[in-house]
């Protein structure tokens, strides 16, 4: 497919963070997941024509300038540049293309995913070009397969979509009803989850051990499935011990740490209903359930065990 070479007007695009509210490195091995957007944070890109030949990349919260042409191999922000380009099969044009983000880096919120999906619709709009949200999200997995391995591809997913998705590797994506709104309490470790290593150590252990990680993933997929029928029929009161449970599940398979189980120890000491870690683990965040009358309890509780920031967002 070509695009549009003229005119070049300025673009711009945002995507979400996210969640896993659900069945984190069991979906890498076929089992369902839910996750939700964060609206409360965002990454942003801009494109805009320059004089200069060629393409400059912007990367405002590392504080730094280089062009395209220029960028390291394994730079994740010009390789979604090169796949948009590649896809729509333009050169780069001459323009600077300017990325910021309030996504919490390594924190499990998926900001490597969002800002690549804010630049593949950012620089496709500016080619001319519309992308659906399938090719987007294909475009988004490409860029992570570079990254993360073997990703499932439940990030890209979500955020593209921008709603709460049931996922699900051999299925197409199924939106998640949301049939009474709950809030959620995002508390960080202050740790980077690295979930490349925790994605890849979960793979050796199964590979060495593979009916009891089976086991394991079964059962947290049970758990995921579970969770959407209380999602879909309202009966919030059934996530909490579910999300523990899960949690429970996430330290059999060995990815939570002290710091995640000391904050969720506080949370649910404080009165919230349920506790996980969510992504790839070992640090990043932990996600919180309380209901509005424990909520300031729980929070403060967070925040006295030691996370840096606690984001409140409501699952809808
Ligand atoms: C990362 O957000 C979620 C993991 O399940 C990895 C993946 O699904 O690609 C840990």
């Known amino acids: 497919m070509t ?3 003229v005119p070049r007007r300025p673009s711009s695009a ?6 896993i509210l659900f069945g984190e490195h069991a979906v890498v091995y076929g ?3 839910i996750a939700v957007p964060v609206a409360q944070v965002q990454a942003t890109a801009t494109v805009a024509a320059a004089s200069a030949a060629g393409l400059e990349i912007r ?3 590392l504080k730094r300038t280089f062009p395209l042409d220029q960028a390291p191999a394994n730079d994740p922000l010009a390789a979604a540049i090169r796949v948009t380009l590649e896809h729509w099969q333009s050169p780069a044009p001459p323009a600077v293309l300017t990325i910021s983000s309030t996504i919490p880096v390594a924190s499990g919120m998926g900001s490597g995913t969002a800002v690549s999906i804010a630049i593949i619709r950012a620089l496709s709009s500016y080619l001319g070009a519309v992308p659906d949200d399938e090719l987007v999200s294909n475009l988004a997995y490409e860029v992570e397969r570079l990254y993360h391995g073997t990703p499932s591809g439940i990030d890209n997913t979500v955020v593209t979509w921008n709603r709460p998705v049931y996922f699900s590797r051999d299925r197409s994506v199924q939106t998640l009803q949301i049939k009474t709104p709950f809030d959620l309490l995002i508390a960080d470790t202050g740790v980077p989850s690295p979930t490349k290593m925790t994605v890849a150590e979960v793979r050796a252990r199964w590979q060495n051990q593979p009916s009891h990680y089976e086991e394991l993933f079964e059962r947290i997929g049970q758990v995921t499935k579970a969770a ?3 999602i879909e029929s309202g009966q919030v009161d059934q996530l909490g011990p579910l999300m523990t ?3 429970l599940l996430l330290e059999q398979l060995g990815v939570s740490s002290p710091e995640l189980e000391s904050l969720a120890q ?3 000491a404080a009165g919230a209903d349920g506790a996980k870690l969510s992504g790839g683990g070992r640090g990043g965040n932990l996600i919180v359930l309380a209901r509005p009358e424990a ?3 729980v929070r403060q509780a967070l925040l006295q065990a030691g996370a840096p920031t606690v984001i409140s967002t409501v699952v809808m």
């Open 228 to 230: 959407r029928v209380a």
């Open 245 to 247: 449970r899960n949690q």
């Open 3 to 5: 695009v549009n070479p």
């Open 59 to 61: 990367a405002i919260d």
């Open 31 to 33: 089992r369902p997941a």
């Open 14 to 19: 945002a995507a979400p963070g996210k969640v």
């Open 266 to 268: 506080a949370g649910l």
């Open 295 to 297: 909520r300031a309890a």
